[in-house]
Nanobody, 122 residues
Framework: QVQLVESGGGLVQAGGSLRLSCAAS????????MGWFRQAPGKEREFVAA????????HYSSSESGRFTIFRDKAKNTVDLQMNSLKPEDTAVYYC???????????????WGQGTQVTVSS
């Protein structure tokens, strides 16, 4: 049973930073793509970033402009999202997700975490 558990969300002022972490368990993730998505109230879930577990290739939403960085630690089975220069519009629930079908940015992943709230105050 695959489990993805997010942590690290919270309240931060605009311009600040947060690092989200996703603990993945239940199988080996070789060949998987691990992603971060977010969903703000009243909006659709949107892609933030993804990383290929095996090769480490990263993909980002074009709207992030280099503010976010995704990492994976194979030894710890974690996928982190470092978020800098946060803006109020980054406020959302952030979800970790995993899939083995090559999906990158569409919200069609096989496994999802419960999400962690990020609130950026102005």
């Amino acid at each position: 049973q695959v489990q993805l558990v997010e942590s690290g969300g919270g309240l931060v002022q605009a311009g600040g930073s947060l690092r989200l972490s996703c603990a993945a368990s239940g199988r080996t993730f070789s060949g998987y793509i691990m992603g971060w998505f977010r969903q703000a109230p009243g909006k659709e879930r949107e892609f933030v970033a993804a990383i290929r577990w095996s090769g480490g290739t990263t993909h980002y939403s074009s709207s992030e402009s280099g503010r976010f960085t995704i990492f994976r630690d194979k030894a710890k089975n974690t996928v982190d999202l470092q978020m800098n220069s946060l803006k109020p519009e980054d406020t959302a629930v952030y979800y970790c997700a995993a899939n083995s079908r090559g999906v990158i940015s569409a919200p069609l992943y096989d496994y999802w975490g419960q999400g962690t709230q990020v609130t950026v105050s102005s």
